[in-house]
């Protein structure tokens, strides 16, 4: 096994950096070296010797046991969907050293499914959070999110940092998500991430965290031209069969600016693809 191919050692590496000794009760001595925790402080916590956690952090041990990886993310302070990833990475790390291809094009079906909700926006992504379908009323409301961009590209620019009242949250937010659902051997994932570690600080300050998260339901707050923030709740559902997609969905709490804003765009859709209306591009 290749250095490249650690997955999952890469991600143990930087999650020891970040657990300072006091938050696993390590009475830390003024003379140490390491910013977290040392590897033999991590193998003891999880009842592993040190030796086999050396291996695990270099990639010499692709075939870690549930319960080991169990044990490492108690010691790290891991919840439950960061061991999730783990035994995700493990996997990875096990699999045949071939890189996968790039992002699958929607699936069969979703398309018209998308297109069939149109009392609220919805999108389909990938797992590299390229838009690959939007309803009209998602082209709508979030007109630079049309089937081609990409969330993230979107998030880390200038109009993004501009759009979203809770940018700094949302990034972090994204970025985890990218990296729980994301293949690191997919080449557009590595686009994906290659691009914006050179574009943008703060994505490279994020992404080197190793944070995961699930992305389920999730508040957005948003500014829309002149108009003062408005509150959104996003929903984001896995679509079965292994492609990484989802499907994801904006509502607002009914009576709240956002209800109203929603509203709003539902009838001017409703003007636009009217029989003789042009239609939205």
């Given at each position: 096994m290749t250095p490249t191919s650690a997955h999952l050692g890469a991600y143990l590496r930087a999650r020891r950096a970040l657990?300072?000794?006091?938050?696993?009760?390590?009475?830390?001595?003024r003379t140490r070296r390491v910013p977290g925790l040392r590897r033999s402080?991590?193998?003891q916590l999880a009842g592993i010797s040190q030796e086999y956690y050396l291996r695990l952090e270099q990639g010499r041990d692709r075939r870690p046991s549930h319960q080991v990886l169990t044990a490492i993310g108690r010691a790290l302070l891991l919840g439950p969907v960061a061991v999730e990833h783990m035994h995700r990475l493990a996997r990875l790390d096990d699999d045949a050293p071939f890189p996968a291809t790039a992002s699958a094009p929607?699936?069969?079906g979703l398309t018209g499914l998308v297109d069939g909700l149109t009392d609220l926006p919805a999108l389909v992504v990938s797992a590299e959070q390229d838009v690959l379908a939007a309803n009209l009323l998602a082209q709508l409301v979030r007109p630079r999110l049309l089937p081609g961009s990409n969330l993230l590209f979107e998030h880390f620019s200038t109009r993004g940092r501009a759009d979203a009242v809770a940018w700094t949250d949302d990034a972090h937010r994204a970025v985890a998500n990218l990296r729980f659902h994301g293949d690191p051997r997919s080449a557009r994932y590595q686009e994906v991430v290659g691009t914006l570690a050179i574009r943008d600080e703060t994505f490279r300050s994020l992404w080197a965290r190793h944070d995961v998260e699930r992305q389920v339901t999730w508040p957005v707050r948003m500014r829309f031209g002149t108009?003062?923030?408005l509150d959104f709740?996003?929903?984001s559902l896995t679509v079965p069969g292994g492609s990484g997609q989802s499907l994801i969905t904006m509502t607002a709490e009914s009576g709240t600016a956002g209800a109203r804003?929603?509203?709003r765009a539902k009838e001017r859709l409703q003007t636009v693809t009217a029989p003789g209306a042009e239609?939205?591009?």
């Open positions: 657990v300072r000794p006091t938050d696993v009760a390590i009475i830390a001595s402080e991590v193998a929607v699936l069969e108009s003062g923030p709740v996003c929903h804003f929603l509203q239609h939205v591009a």
